[in-house]
């Protein structure tokens, strides 16, 4: 399928057809990933956990250890759950 590339005229909602699902489907459903990538030799863009002892260390290692997780287990787990299910999910 070719993506267009040039912009859509504007169109207000209250003045567009009803559109339609294929297939008769009432739901559309984006099932989209969120990949994030993180430097450990750099402070954590944001924190899951706050430090023990209130100052913040490089590494960060119990927010790494949740980053960790995501990476190791996490995402083949979801991705599992996608395979299973035969649904395309979109990353970003």
Excluded: C
């Amino acid at each position: 399928m070719r993506l267009p590339h040039e912009r859509f005229d504007y169109s207000p909602i209250a003045g567009r057809r009803p559109w339609k699902l294929p297939r008769g489907a009432r739901i559309a459903v984006w099932t989209i990933v969120n990949v994030e990538e993180w430097d450990i030799e750099k402070p954590m863009p944001r924190g899951v956990l706050s430090a023990p002892q209130g100052v913040t260390t490089v590494p960060d290692v119990p927010n790494w250890a949740w980053h960790d997780y995501g990476m190791r287990v996490g995402f083949w787990r979801m991705l599992d759950a996608l395979v299973k299910r035969k649904i395309r999910a979109t990353t970003a």
